[in-house]
């Protein structure tokens, strides 16, 4: 088995592998992998160093095909010295999948003062301590018993609630294959990760028969994760009785050292055909 989710292709073209495979159908991609590859293309924008990625916005237009070659197309969409935007985007066959808007900040801008009031936000439990989530999650999530990224290529370690207990959550993940071949994972691409299980992990549902899928991912982060772990406290919340069929999760984002930002998921709720 490959021990990257994405295979290079040349040409700025990369391969989705069955380590990408998502739990509602194994023909398409986990949104994690997706946005990590759009998230590695942001930090390589080879315009200039010292910006601070401060929000990544993921829009999931169509179903990303594992084995299907995806190209990356990059943009600096707004140029600037102390704020700037980067799109990314991924086209298949003609076709654009999904895309990123990436707003960065020049980081050491100013110094903070000695009176500033910071918020106490201690991070989850020691993931060394937490214990580990059995790999096979949801009964009737994964329709192959072959390798998917939720399973085989993440680890789950929970303080409260799980994966297969209908509720709020607090869990730290961490990405134990490589994106692509040969290159440690960023922080960033590990918060990207992390960030798209908010909905799985704190789903209100029970039921198998319903799917409540993310078509974005919006992520904000007052300074860069370190470390392997990403912590995660997160709920979920639906539009019942009148909007039924829509909701969002969001999750507060962690490292061992403390807080680092926000992520928030749109819901599309519906019956499994």
């Known amino acids: 088995m490959t021990e990257a989710l994405f295979e290079p292709g040349g040409d700025a073209r990369w391969t989705p ?12 991609c986990h949104g994690g992998p997706v946005g990590a590859l759009l998230a590695r293309a942001v930090e390589r924008f080879d315009d200039e160093p010292g910006w601070h990625i401060a929000r990544l916005t993921i829009e999931l237009m169509r ?7 995806l190209e990356v197309r990059t943009e600096l969409e707004r140029p600037g010295r102390k704020v700037s935007l980067v799109g990314v985007a ?3 066959d003609g076709a654009e999948v999904a895309r990123m808007r990436a707003l960065r900040i020049g980081s050491g801008a100013a110094l903070l003062p000695d009176s500033t009031v910071h918020v106490d936000d201690p991070p989850p439990a020691d993931p060394e301590t937490s214990p580990t989530s059995p790999p096979e999650w949801r009964a009737g999530w994964v329709a192959s018993t072959g390798p998917a990224f939720h399973s085989h290529a993440v680890e789950h370690r929970y303080v409260t609630g799980n994966v297969d207990i209908p509720g709020p959550a607090e869990l730290w993940v961490r990405l134990t294959t490589d994106v692509v071949p040969g ?9 990207v990760v992390a960030a798209d299980f908010g909905n799985g992990v704190s789903a209100g549902i029970a039921d198998d028969g319903y799917s409540f899928i993310n078509p974005d991912l919006t992520i904000h982060l007052a300074r860069p994760s370190v470390g392997e772990w990403v912590g ?5 919340y639906y539009g019942e009785p009148d ?5 969002f999760a969001e999750s507060a984002l962690y490292d061992v050292e403390g807080r680092t930002g926000r992520s928030v998921q749109s819901l599309l709720v519906a019956r499994r055909d």
């Open 183 to 191: 290159e440690q994972p960023s922080g960033l691409q590990r918060v």
């Open 17 to 28: 592998t069955e380590l990408s495979r998502g739990p509602w159908d194994p023909r398409h």
């Open 243 to 247: 909007f039924a069929g829509s909701g």
């Open 63 to 69: 179903p990303v095909a594992v084995g299907v070659p």
């Open 232 to 236: 995660m406290r997160s709920a979920t």
């Open 90 to 92: 991924l086209w298949a």
